[in-house]
């Protein structure tokens, strides 16, 4: 049974830092893709990356390109979302996903692209 846990998130002022973790289960995270998406309150789930061990692609967003970055640790079968340079809008729940596929595909960011999500750990921002 694949499952995803999320931790890491909580209360950090603007312009800190965080790092999010992605514990995975049930299938090897060294053969599938992985993304990252948030959903801040009354707007839709966004893609902000994706990684897959199979061809070595890290696709970010423009909106988070060059303050986050994506990394992966295979023998603990976690990912890994770095977070700098915090913004107020970067504030909401963030999910890990996977669709148990070994590309993040040309519609990584699309939500409907992956079956199997964790439940989430809550960013917030101080301005």
């Known amino acids: 049974q694949v499952q995803l846990v999320e931790s890491g998130g909580g209360l950090v002022q603007s312009g800190g830092s965080l790092r999010l973790s992605c514990v995975a289960s049930?299938?090897?995270?060294?053969?599938?893709?992985v993304g990252w998406f948030r959903q801040a309150p009354g707007e839709e789930r966004e893609g902000v990356g994706c990684t897959a061990n199979s061809d070595g692609s890290l696709n970010y967003s423009p909106s988070v390109k060059g303050r986050f970055t994506i990394s992966r640790d295979n023998a603990k079968n976690t990912v890994y979302l770095q977070i700098n340079s915090l913004k107020p809008e970067d504030m909401g729940v963030y999910f890990c996903?996977?669709?148990?596929?070994?590309?993040?595909?040309?519609?990584?960011?699309?939500?409907?692209?992956?079956?199997?999500w964790g439940q989430g750990t809550q960013v917030t921002v101080s301005s």
């Open positions: 996903a996977t669709d148990e596929v070994p590309f993040c595909g040309s519609r990584w960011f699309d939500p409907q692209s992956f079956g199997s």
């Open positions: 049930g299938f090897s995270l060294e053969q599938n893709a």
